[in-house]
């Protein structure tokens, strides 16, 4: 626990308001070192945890913050609160009935010009599986660079339709290999780790050892 936290805290057992915490704290540390929101949740917290219910305000402001932004992580939320991740995790699955969905970046985040080429490109390969016969296309091999993001929702309910282009600490890279009949080779990345040269090259080699 930070000293301006444990500063506010011991103010706020003493049934100082926000504002005069927020004036002394400007007085003790430097201008607006801590911002009147965060003096707010510490207040409520601590006052929570006097009158036993620091449980039900947790669950209170959790639900606020995972509902501004769905894709918060439970590592974020237990630094912004000061707890543990053990107990953000029972609060959002027991208390708030949330779990961990993910959404793929690919193709929604296509533009128009992109889905236009993969429609030029098909169209090509059918004219050629036409040409040169039916066993043409069971030639072909593509790869595509895919993401995911993780983000937290209510149990039962489908994964987010709309992705953001920010990065995310849940974005995950994958490549996937697929023939004509489907997927026949994938591999995931390591959380935050983007695709490079060397990187394609090594999945490329482990791809080709699948195929023989």
């Not at 699955?93 to 993969?118: N, Q």
């Not at 995310?168 to 990345?189: A, E, P, T, W, Y």
Request: glycine share 4%; net charge positive.
């Amino acid at each position: 626990m930070s000293r301006i936290h444990k500063f506010v805290e011991d103010l706020a057992k003493a049934r100082k308001t926000p504002k005069e915490i927020k004036t002394m704290g400007d007085t003790a540390f430097e201008v607006n070192s801590i911002s009147q929101s965060q003096i707010y949740r510490i207040s409520a917290l601590t006052r929570g945890a006097r009158t036993g219910e620091g449980r039900s305000v947790l669950t209170t402001l959790l639900r606020v913050y995972v509902e501004a932004d769905r894709r918060v992580t439970m590592e974020e939320l237990a630094i912004k609160f000061d707890t543990s991740i053990n107990t953000i995790f029972h609060v959002l699955h027991d208390d708030l009935g949330l779990s961990i969905k993910s959404a793929r970046w690919i193709p929604k985040m296509l533009t128009e010009d992109h889905k236009m080429k993969r429609v030029r490109c098909a169209k090509a390969l059918l004219k050629l599986n036409f040409e040169l016969g039916l066993g043409f296309l069971d030639k072909i091999v593509t790869m595509d660079e895919t993401s995911v993001v993780i983000s937290m929702l209510p149990k039962g309910s489908n994964p987010p339709l709309k992705f953001k282009r920010q990065e995310s600490r849940k974005k995950q890279m994958i490549l996937s290999f697929f023939d004509n009949c489907g997927v026949i080779f994938q591999h995931f990345l390591s959380l935050r780790t983007s695709v490079t040269v060397a990187m394609f090259k090594d999945v490329m080699n482990m791809f080709l050892k699948k195929l023989k």
